[in-house]
């Protein structure tokens, strides 16, 4: 009833210029009805005086006055709302991939249900009886399916509704008696509710599974972010450093040509002073030869012997200008310590790089499993630590001219005249010290014999050898660690801070590091070994074992000497 309503009523409800239902319809004079927005349209273009129907063809003299049919638009919104009940009314027709019902006859409708004792698939009329009839209640009903055969035996033509777990297929009730006699078999419900319980605790496990994955893929995430931060911070951190290096580098450049290029004025303009005297002798001994060949040609015997004396007196050779300006070879000094120093940063970046490219760059997803370690005792006996020892010999182009060097570069002693030492950007100026000539890491052990006051150290490379007292000397900056032997016992030394430390004063001092534990320890060597200080701390580069001392300029300190004993020649005491 509703379609024949709607077909009756379609040409009614229509706009005739949009072809489409009313919208806000309007009726004009002459009572053809239109949307309002398509009649102002077809008037806008109209450009004649005159306005006409898009129908009938009337003209009106002025163009009519539009107004809302409010009758004609509630009468194609009740169309509208037949439409929709007569299309949700109409059942839906199979398609083409949809399971059509057994029992419709003409236009099949797409099936809702299977049942499985009926072997047909019904639409929603068709499958009533399923739902009121008392028989058929019982059936098996699933969704709808197109493989309604597969439940029926090829052999017997019956349903299948038992299951044979020694041949782990689905038979019927026949096949069970037949060729199947005697096998596992049992109702494939019943089968059904078993599996069904296994497929619960299949589930569960994948279910365990994807959260155990899941929980690894955050913690892999986690780690993945925080290898990124460190990564970051590795490479800000590297900038900054290399940017620190090449600065230091750049200013190392400027200080070693500024050195040279002062030697180079100072020589040059030593140089050109002795040469105007040297053209000046030569001016005067040119003057003096005129005047002598001028004498001898006098034929007057008293002018000659008058003038002779005063004319024939010459300087001594000893007289003359010093030679002493220093050869082209003055400079190979510098150029050999800057290619060492090059050889040196060479082969420093190329093991460190080696260390740490040596580092894994994987993430391990699981947990790692932490491995305590404990490092090895401190040696206790003067035996042990000799187990450690280590052979110290001092860099000559580190010590300061106050100082001489002998017995093989282990023994230096505090001079009263400067010792002749080629300028070398290694060499403490200001401060009487001298480093080692090794760098050492791990686990190491010397000893120092002193006489006078003496400062026992350890330091970095980069300590300043030239500069303020506190940013050269041992323990007065973050860079050195030092141990200073004076007359009344022991003080310990660090960062321009002091410990006292108690107790007679010691001859022989001996050293230990632990690298890597960041240990460095003072001992007193006698019969026993005595600890004066230990220092905890973490060292990030190579120690350089040191001395310092005293000299005898000083109104307060007596000057004094320190020897690296040979502890590998030595033995025991």
Not at 243 to 264: A, G
Not at 466 to 484: A, I
Request: charged fraction near 25%; hydrophobic fraction near 30%; proline fraction near 5%.
């Amino acid at each position: 009833m509703a379609q024949q309503v709607i077909q009756l009523g379609k040409d009614k409800r229509s706009c005739s210029i949009c072809l489409d239902l009313l919208k806000d319809p309007v009726t004009i004079p002459c009572g053809h009805s239109y949307c309002m927005s398509c009649i102002n349209a077809c008037w806008d273009e109209d450009t004649e005086e005159t306005h006409s129907c898009p129908q009938c063809r009337q003209t009106f003299p002025q163009r009519p006055v539009l107004v809302k049919n409010t009758v004609l638009a509630e009468l194609v919104e009740e169309v509208k709302l037949l439409e929709a009940q007569a299309a949700s009314a109409d059942p839906p027709e199979a398609g083409p991939e949809d399971v059509a019902c057994d029992f419709c006859c003409g236009q099949k409708l797409k099936a809702l249900k299977s049942c499985l004792v009926c072997m047909a698939s019904f639409c929603d009329q068709h499958l009533q009886p399923h739902y009121a009839v008392a028989g058929l209640k019982k059936h098996q009903l699933v969704e709808a399916t197109s493989k309604l055969q597969d439940n029926i035996c090829s052999r017997h033509d019956e349903v299948m509704k038992m299951y044979c777990r020694t041949d782990q297929q689905c038979i019927c009730y026949l096949c069970s008696v037949d060729e199947h006699k005697g096998h596992d078999t049992l109702s494939a419900a019943a089968e059904r509710a078993e599996r069904q319980t296994q497929l619960g605790l299949s589930r569960q496990k994948i279910q365990q599974r994807v959260q155990d994955a899941e929980r690894d893929v955050q913690l892999l995430q986690q780690r993945v972010e925080a290898f990124n931060l460190s990564a970051d911070e590795a490479v800000r951190d590297s900038e900054r450093s290399l940017t620190q290096l090449i600065r230091l580098m750049e200013k190392t450049r400027s200080e070693v040509t500024q050195q040279i290029r002062d030697q180079q004025k100072s020589q040059v303009s030593r140089a050109t002073e002795l040469e105007e005297k040297l053209q000046q002798e030569i001016s005067d001994l040119r003057r003096r030869d005129t005047e002598l060949e001028e004498l001898s040609r006098s034929e007057d015997h008293l002018h000659f012997l008058r003038n002779y004396p005063s004319l024939s007196g010459l300087s001594p050779p000893g007289d003359r200008p010093s030679m002493d300006v220093c050869p082209l070879s003055s400079f190979k000094a510098v150029t050999a310590a800057v290619s060492e120093l090059k050889d040196k940063l060479q082969a420093a970046l190329r093991e460190d790089w080696l260390s740490s490219s040596s580092a894994p760059t994987w993430v391990e997803v699981s947990a790692p499993t932490r491995v305590e370690v404990s490092a090895p005792p401190e040696p206790k006996t003067r035996a042990q630590f000799l187990s450690y020892s280590r052979q110290i010999t001092l860099d000559p182009h580190t010590v300061n001219r106050d100082l001489l060097l002998s017995d093989g570069g282990r023994k230096v002693t505090c001079m009263k005249q400067q010792q002749v030492y080629a300028d070398h950007p290694d060499r403490f100026v200001n401060e009487c010290q001298v480093l080692s000539k090794e760098g050492l890491t791990g686990r190491c052990y010397w000893e120092v014999k002193r006489i006078g006051w003496v400062d026992v150290a350890v330091t970095y490379k980069d300590i300043r050898r030239r500069g303020s007292r506190e940013e050269c000397r041992f323990g007065l900056n973050n860079k050195s660690w030092s141990l200073v032997c004076h007359s009344n016992g022991h003080t310990f030394r660090h960062n321009n801070t002091e410990t006292s430390i108690p107790g007679p004063r010691s001859s022989v001092i001996g050293v230990y590091l632990d690298h890597e534990a960041g240990t460095l320890s003072f001992y007193r060597v006698s019969d026993t070994m005595t600890l004066l200080h230990r220092v905890q701390t973490r060292f990030t580069q190579p120690l350089y074992p040191g001395v310092g001392l005293y000299g005898p300029l000083s109104f307060i300190f007596s000057g004094g000497s320190a020897e690296f004993v040979d502890v590998q020649q030595s033995g025991g005491r």
